[in-house]
T-cell receptor, first 116, second 111 residues
Framework: SAVISQKPSRDICQRGTSLTIQCQVDSQVTMMFWYRQQPGQSLTLIATANQGSEATYESGFVIDKFPISRPNLTFSTLTVSNMSPEDSSIYLC?????????????FGPGTRLTVL | GENVEQHPSTLSVQEGDSAVIKCTYSDSASNYFPWYKQELGKRPQLIIDIRSNVGEKKDQRIAVTLNKTAKHFSLHITETQPEDSAVYFCAAHNQGGKLIFGQGTELSVKP
């Protein structure tokens, strides 16, 4: 499987600020999924970023709150904007890489966010 | 949309016993069903998966079965060991190309 890294691994942030999470993959990504995992909960899909198009967001998530960028084929960022304590979660990227089936998903190590 | 239900939410077994986790899904067009293991503080790890053209798949102590008619699939772990203790998630790949996850099962294997 591809090597996936995320930065930062964890952060503690103040209410009202923003944090940008980076996801780097060692091979070309055709599709990038961003998930949120709240404490003790399952994984919830935030948005899907297809190659060459704007990200599509799931119900309950909006671009103003979670803007996503894909400046190149191996890198993506998710920003958590105007944070509140309810945003405290683990955020995980999950890329679909070229040569793999469109459904086999592996996860980055995650970014553990705490909002005070 | 797709809905995946997972049971039980917690499961405690003695070392050496078997563990079974069950999931049901709602979208009959779903065709791919992976299982993930998540240890405390770590990312979910893909441990086994099954596609809709197969009824059963086995990998050492782990097996997965799929009943498309009933829309349910199960994870079977035999000869459980303490290192099997983790949270397990089932998922179903829906028509929209997305993985929908179950709620998770916290498995505890007691030595």
């Amino acid at each position: 499987s591809a090597v996936i890294s995320q930065k930062p691994s964890r952060d503690i942030c103040q209410r009202g600020t923003s944090l940008t999470i980076q996801c780097q993959v060692d091979s070309q990504v055709t599709m990038m999924f961003w998930y949120r995992q709240q404490p003790g909960q399952s994984l919830t899909l935030i948005a899907t970023a297809n190659q060459g198009s704007e990200a599509t967001y799931e119900s309950g998530f909006v671009i103003d709150k979670f803007p996503i960028s894909r400046p190149n084929l191996t890198f993506s960022t998710l920003t958590v904007s105007n944070m509140s304590p309810e945003d405290s979660s683990i955020y995980l990227c999950s890329p679909i890489t070229q040569g793999r089936g469109a459904d086999t998903q592996y996860f980055g190590p995650g970014t553990r966010l705490t909002v005070l | 949309g797709e809905n995946v239900e997972q049971h039980p939410s917690t499961l405690s077994v003695q070392e050496g016993d078997s563990a079974v986790i069950k999931c049901t899904y709602s979208d009959s067009a779903s065709n791919y069903f992976p299982w993930y293991k998540q240890e405390l503080g770590k990312r979910p790890q893909l441990i086994i998966d099954i596609r809709s053209n197969v009824g059963e798949k086995k990998d050492q102590r782990i097996a997965v079965t799929l009943n498309k008619t009933a829309k349910h699939f199960s994870l079977h772990i035999t000869e459980t060991q303490p290192e099997d203790s983790a949270v397990y998630f089932c998922a179903a790949h829906n028509q929209g190309g997305k993985l929908i996850f179950g709620q998770g099962t916290e498995l505890s294997v007691k030595p």
